[in-house]
C-alpha cells in the first residue's frame, strides 16, 4: 500500500507532539515495512523542517529532517502537477494541490493528515493518523 503523509504527521514526528504522536510515529515507521511505501513531498519536508527549527535550531532540525529522508520516499512536485492544481477549480489552497497531485502522480492509495477537510476535493482517501491506524493497523 502507497501513503502520503501531510506535512502536519511529519511536523508531529519530528517535535514529538503528544498525543499525535504515539499515532504519526507508528505510521512513519511503516517505511520499513515491505508492505508499505511511505511518500511526501519537498514542500511538506520543507513545512516540516520549519516547524523543528523554531523547536529543535536548524542543525538538529536538518539531522531530523536528513533522518527522515533516509526511509521516506519523496514524491516530486512535478510541473503537471503544477498545472493541474491551478486548473482545478475546486482546490483552493495551492500547497494542498501540490501534496495531492505529489500523491496522486505516485499512485498512493491515501493521504494521512490531521487536517482532513484541506483535502475536500481528493479523489483519494484521506484519513487521520488515527483512523488510518484504526482501519489498517490494527489487527480484530
Sequence with gaps: MRIFLDANVLVSVLNKEYPLFTFSSRIVSLASSPAYEVYTSPICLAIAFYFAEKKHKAVLAKQKIDLLCNYLNIAPNSAPGVGYTLQNKSIHDFEDGLEYYAAKENKCHCIITEN???????????????????????KS
Design 116 to 138: 482532513t477537510g484541506d483535502f475536500y476535493f481528493s479523489e483519494l482517501e484521506v484519513l487521520t493518523c488515527k483512523d488510518f491506524f484504526e482501519k489498517y493497523m490494527v
